[in-house]
């Protein structure tokens, strides 16, 4: 522990007296049980204390540094980066809202009948969102995009009794990376199906589906910003009585696409979109939607609107397949959890819009001006079009004539963050860079950015 057990509020005499209690000598003999290969075999990095506990002034001093790492922050940079988490602008009435102590103090809803503000909120959200997607029934929340990704498979998996699931390559790595965590144990068969012109591969699919087929698990817009021939996915799975879920991880495109046009049995996916800050990666809210006569397996918590006995208008828990509400081999899931707050700043945002003030910050505010910026770079020498016959919603792929680290490291100079690296993710598309455009982005911004990455060109990277 050295100097780190300066952070703990703990006297030495109180942890000599714990370890003597418990019948251990010393801390680290509490994390013998764990291999030494997967500790971390150092002390944590931690800044020694600024100052001894028992001299004046600590809190002072301790406040002055906080704000001095504060000041190093620069909130006027320009965002042309999304990839999974977006830079979307925030009413201030969401935040107003939101900070209210009734909501912002309760957690869980154990008591419904003393927690009616809060099950109103969640029923709202799950109205609102099922209006968003065309189904019929939506849980009150789980932890984020890529946990619900692997909660609606498992749900589907349950319905099918089959045990095979099939997974795009063009939806988002890193979801991917969560769901091969969860499904790499267990008596599991999960098949990736390759990727064509920046859309799943239809015929690499067609070739893997089969009757054994549980599910097939699609993202559009997908990871390149790209929408995807949703219709003919859906075919293709229910021509085998395979289950299709629609993974959504920019929500905001759910104004202006609906899944249940297309076929959509189950839609999960992430709705950071929707009023909650991008918060350096979470908290963030997960969903997942489906038809009612499924919403039995649907994981988390599920509110409905009834009747007390006075006859006005109650809400009630009409389902929590969870461990903490029934026995352990009985629950849905053990990982989902209730991001009440982060539904209420969704809730607050949706309303605040509307359907047509959504439809037109997806469509005006979004679509168009990617297709404006995408059309202004491409103009550029050497950074040509990388899927130029696709449609895309706010996201974007260009062949960037430059080392994609080099160049955002030029921008960050002028205040500007670019776009994400491909070839992090996909060897095979070095120097390639998916620029994303929000309603944060206006003319101007874009207009710069076209401007600095033809000077660069111009002038070279060095």
């Given at each position: 522990?050295?100097?780190?057990?300066?952070?703990?509020?703990?006297?030495?005499?109180?942890?000599?007296?714990?370890?003597?209690?418990?019948?251990?000598?010393?801390?680290?003999?509490?994390?013998?049980?764990?291999?030494?290969?997967?500790?971390?075999?150092?002390?944590?990095?931690?800044?020694?204390?600024?100052?001894?506990?028992?001299?004046?002034?600590?809190?002072?001093?301790?406040?002055?540094?906080?704000?001095?790492?504060?000041?190093?922050?620069?909130?006027?940079?320009?965002?042309?980066?999304?990839?999974?988490?977006?830079?979307?602008?925030?009413?201030?009435?969401?935040?107003?809202?939101?900070?209210?102590?009734?909501?912002?103090?309760?957690?869980?809803?154990?008591?419904?009948?003393?927690?009616?503000?809060?099950?109103?909120?969640?029923?709202?959200?799950?109205?609102?969102?099922?209006?968003?997607?065309?189904?019929?029934?939506?849980?009150?929340?789980?932890?984020?995009?890529?946990?619900?990704?692997?909660?609606?498979?498992?749900?589907?998996?349950?319905?099918?009794?089959?045990?095979?699931?099939?997974?795009?390559?063009?939806?988002?790595?890193?979801?991917?990376?969560?769901?091969?965590?969860?499904?790499?144990?267990?008596?599991?068969?999960?098949?990736?199906?390759?990727?064509?012109?920046?859309?799943t591969n239809l015929k690499d699919l067609e070739q893997n589906i089969s009757e054994q087929t549980a599910v097939v698990i699609v993202q559009s817009p997908n990871f390149f910003g790209i929408i995807e021939d949703m219709n003919q996915?859906?075919?293709?799975?229910?021509?085998?009585?395979?289950?299709?879920?629609?993974?959504?991880?920019?929500?905001?495109?759910?104004?202006?696409?609906?899944?249940?046009?297309?076929?959509?049995?189950?839609?999960?996916?992430?709705?950071?979109?929707?009023?909650?800050?991008?918060?350096?990666?979470?908290?963030?809210?997960?969903?997942?939607?489906?038809?009612?006569?499924?919403?039995?397996?649907?994981?988390?918590?599920?509110?409905?609107?009834?009747?007390?006995?006075?006859?006005?208008?109650?809400?009630?828990?009409?389902?929590?397949?969870?461990?903490?509400?029934?026995?352990?081999?009985?629950?849905?899931?053990?990982?989902?959890?209730?991001?009440?707050?982060?539904?209420?700043?969704?809730?607050?945002?949706?309303?605040?819009?509307?359907?047509?003030?959504?439809?037109?910050?997806?469509?005006?505010?979004?679509?168009?001006?990617?297709?404006?910026?995408?059309?202004?770079?491409?103009?550029?020498?050497?950074?040509?079009?990388?899927?130029?016959?696709?449609?895309?919603?706010?996201?974007?792929?260009?062949?960037?004539?430059?080392?994609?680290?080099?160049?955002?490291?030029?921008?960050?100079?002028?205040?500007?963050?670019?776009?994400?690296?491909?070839?992090?993710?996909?060897?095979e598309h070095k120097n390639k860079i998916l620029f994303c455009v929000t309603e944060q982005t206006n003319q101007d911004d874009i207009d710069e950015l076209a401007d600095i990455l033809t000077y660069l060109n111009k002038k070279g990277?060095?």
């Amino acid at each position: 522990m050295k100097d780190n057990i300066s952070y703990i509020p703990t006297t030495k005499n109180d942890i000599s007296e714990m370890l003597l209690e418990i019948g251990v000598n010393k801390i680290d003999d509490l994390f013998e049980t764990i291999p030494k290969k997967l500790r971390l075999n150092r002390e944590l990095l931690l800044p020694s204390p600024l100052k001894k506990i028992d001299l004046p002034f600590s809190e002072i001093e301790l406040s002055g540094y906080m704000q001095e790492i504060s000041a190093r922050n620069n909130s006027n940079y320009k965002y042309f980066l999304g990839a999974g988490c977006y830079n979307h602008y925030i009413p201030s009435i969401v935040d107003l809202f939101l900070k209210l102590p009734k909501f912002y103090t309760p957690y869980t809803p154990y008591k419904p009948e003393t927690n009616q503000g809060t099950l109103q909120a969640m029923y709202e959200y799950q109205t609102m969102m099922c209006r968003l997607t065309g189904l019929e029934a939506s849980n009150a929340s789980l932890y984020d995009g890529a946990t619900a990704m692997v909660e609606a498979a498992k749900m589907a998996a349950r319905l099918a009794g089959r045990n095979e699931i099939i997974i795009s390559k063009s939806i988002h790595p890193e979801y991917r990376q969560v769901f091969n965590t969860y499904f790499k144990y267990g008596d599991w068969k999960v098949r990736e199906v390759g990727i064509s012109n920046g859309k799943t591969n239809l015929k690499d699919l067609e070739q893997n589906i089969s009757e054994q087929t549980a599910v097939v698990i699609v993202q559009s817009p997908n990871f390149f910003g790209i929408i995807e021939d949703m219709n003919q996915v859906a075919q293709m799975a229910h021509k085998h009585a395979s289950f299709f879920i629609s993974l959504v991880v920019e929500a905001l495109s759910l104004a202006l696409i609906k899944p249940s046009d297309f076929g959509a049995d189950i839609v999960a996916g992430e709705a950071q979109s929707f009023g909650n800050h991008m918060s350096f990666g979470g908290p963030h809210l997960g969903f997942i939607n489906c038809y009612s006569k499924h919403k039995s397996k649907l994981p988390g918590r599920i509110v409905t609107k009834t009747e007390d006995m006075d006859g006005k208008t109650a809400y009630m828990l009409w389902g929590a397949a969870r461990e903490q509400h029934i026995s352990r081999n009985r629950a849905t899931s053990n990982i989902c959890s209730n991001h009440a707050l982060n539904t209420l700043a969704a809730s607050i945002y949706l309303s605040w819009y509307g359907n047509k003030g959504l439809e037109e910050l997806a469509d005006l505010h979004n679509m168009q001006m990617a297709h404006y910026a995408y059309e202004k770079i491409i103009k550029i020498h050497g950074y040509a079009a990388t899927f130029p016959e696709n449609t895309f919603f706010n996201e974007f792929v260009v062949n960037c004539p430059h080392d994609v680290g080099a160049v955002n490291n030029k921008l960050l100079e002028h205040s500007i963050v670019g776009g994400l690296d491909l070839g992090r993710f996909y060897p095979e598309h070095k120097n390639k860079i998916l620029f994303c455009v929000t309603e944060q982005t206006n003319q101007d911004d874009i207009d710069e950015l076209a401007d600095i990455l033809t000077y660069l060109n111009k002038k070279g990277l060095k």
